[in-house]
T-cell receptor, first 110, second 115 residues
Framework: DTEVTQTPKHLVMGMTNKKSLKCEQH?????MYWYKQKAKKPPELMFVYSYEKLSINESVPSRFSPECPNSSLLNLHLHALQPEDSALYLCASSSRDRQFFGPGTRLTVL | GNSVTQMEGPVTLSEEAFLTINCTYT??????LFWYVQYPGEGLQLLLKATKADDKGSNKGFEATYRKETTSFHLEKGSVQVSDSAVYFCALSDAANFGNEKLTFGTGTRLTIIP
């Protein structure tokens, strides 16, 4: 299994909602990542988990809250988002020197 | 810090044309270099990579050579197809930090192939 899966594929939420994005991999990778990608831009790194511990937080606002319940799962909890947070959210995991990306969740904040 | 400068797009070519997308980088140490491709509505897929100087990465007819002397990793394909239409990202990672890599991406080049 060389896949990173993400759910949901699409999400529409209001600014007062709380929602979560989920990511899963079964490749035994011990590093997992969240990226944000705006239209016509490259992905921007948000968080890195290494061995289930948060190792990089790229100064992301606290309305985004990551969680790594185990070595296969990565969540991104969303609360009180702004319309400018609308984007494609990509999850990735890495083996030695290569990252595998999921298909992304297309988030729209109304 | 690390940076990647990528050829501005969009690029439009006819089918069977030769493709070059330029990529140059700035990095400390000995980075690994990558080309990722993103098809419409999808995530990123690794197209090819090279981990040390003079390595050539290749996949699906695409090639790129890690040139340390010119700090470049240009993507080439001899004969493009309509199915190659996508956005291409050049990227580098800090090879000293395996398992916890931070990828630095270029701005992306949108490629459209017309029949």
């Amino acid at each position: 299994d060389t896949e990173v899966t993400q759910t949901p594929k699409h999400l529409v939420m209001g600014m007062t909602n709380k929602k979560s994005l989920k990511c899963e991999q079964h490749m035994g990778h011990r590093a997992m990542y969240w990226y944000k990608q705006k239209a016509k831009k490259p992905p921007e790194l948000m968080f890195v988990y290494s061995y289930e511990k948060l190792s990089i937080n790229e100064s992301v606002p606290s309305r985004f809250s990551p969680e790594c319940p185990n070595s296969s799962l990565l969540n991104l909890h969303l609360h009180a988002l702004q319309p400018e947070d609308s984007a494609l959210y990509l999850c990735a995991s890495s083996s030695r020197d290569r990252q595998f990306f999921g298909p992304g969740t297309r988030l729209t904040v109304l | 810090g690390n940076s990647v400068t990528q050829m501005e797009g969009p690029v439009t070519l006819s089918e069977e044309a030769f493709l070059t997308i330029n990529c140059t980088y700035t990095a400390t140490g000995y980075p690994s270099l990558f080309w990722y491709v993103q098809y419409p509505g999808e995530g990123l897929q690794l197209l090819l990579k090279a981990t040390k100087a003079d390595d050539k990465g290749s996949n699906k007819g695409f090639e790129a050579t890690y040139r340390k002397e010119t700090t470049s990793f240009h993507l080439e394909k001899g004969s493009v197809q309509v199915s190659d239409s996508a956005v291409y990202f050049c990227a580098l990672s800090d090879a000293a930090n395996f398992g916890n890599e931070k990828l630095t991406f270029g701005t992306g080049t949108r490629l459209t192939i017309i029949p």
